[in-house]
């Protein structure tokens, strides 16, 4: 069973950009794993997120760059 909730986010002045500032980051993240990808040939997320989750979690300041090395290897995955 699915269940959606609906809800409106009312952000104050100072937190209206928040959501495209991390949207921007997240794409960062994925290019940065992408390229890590491309320069060590590796195409599993395991491999990828070992690879790289440190830096680009240092680089980003995201918390979970995990979502972007799993979005990176669908890619792949859809690509090949």
């Not at 949207?23 to 290019?31: I, P, T, Y």
């Not at 040939?41 to 680089?59: N, S, V």
Request: with cysteine.
């Amino acid at each position: 069973m699915n269940e959606t909730v609906a809800c409106k986010l009312t952000p104050t002045p100072e937190q209206q950009g928040a959501p495209l500032e991390t949207l921007d980051l997240f794409a960062d993240a994925c290019n940065a794993a992408l390229k890590v990808a491309q320069e060590t040939g590796k195409h599993r997320a395991y491999d990828i997120h070992h690879e790289c989750y440190y830096d680009i979690k240092e680089a980003t300041g995201l918390t979970s760059v995990r979502h972007s090395v799993v979005l990176l290897h669908r890619i792949i995955r859809f690509c090949s």
